[in-house]
C-alpha cells in the first residue's frame, strides 16, 4: 500500500521560507514521476513541480523562481524548498507520485496523494 505524508507545512511570516517534506512509504522514490501540487482557498488545485526519476525537473508557473523540489533516494522522500512565501501562497500542499515518467503522469495522471499540510503565509 502506497502512503505519502506530507509535513513541514504551518504559520510563517510574508518573506519567510517554509521546507516541506514528504515521507513515501510503499513506493520507491527513485522510480517513476514524484510532484507537488496545492490548493488555494476558492481556487483550483495546481501542480507546483514534479520531478523524474533521474533528476529532471518539470515546473509550473506556480512555481516560478521561489519554490524548488528535490528528491532524495535514500531517504524515499520528496521535498519542495518555499523561499520569499507571499499571502498568495496559503494553501494546502500536496505530495503525490505516480509509477511512469512524469512526461506521462505530471500533472494529470499521478496515481498517488498525501492527505496535504497546511500553510499560512501572513503579514
Known amino acids: 500500500q502506497v502512503r505519502l505524508v506530507e509535513s513541514g507545512g504551518g504559520s510563517v511570516q510574508v518573506g519567510g521560507s517554509l521546507r516541506l517534506s514528504c515521507e513515501v512509504s510503499g513506493f520507491t522514490a527513485s522510480r517513476g514521476c514524484m510532484g507537488w501540487f496545492r490548493q488555494r482557498e476558492g481556487k483550483k488545485r495546481e501542480a507546483i513541480a514534479g520531478i523524474e526519476s533521474d533528476g529532471r525537473i518539470i515546473t509550473t508557473d506556480s512555481a516560478k523562481a521561489r519554490f524548488t523540489i528535490s528528491r532524495d533516494k535514500a531517504k524515499n522522500a520528496l521535498y519542495l524548498q518555499m523561499s520569499n512565501l507571499n499571502s498568495d501562497d496559503t494553501g494546502t500542499y500536496y505530495c503525490?507520485?505516480?509509477?511512469?515518467?512524469?512526461?506521462?503522469?505530471?500533472?494529470?495522471?499521478?496515481?498517488?496523494w498525501g492527505y496535504g499540510t497546511l500553510v499560512t503565509v501572513s503579514t
Open positions: 503525490t507520485a505516480s509509477p511512469v515518467d512524469c512526461s506521462m503522469a505530471y500533472p494529470h495522471g499521478m496515481d498517488y
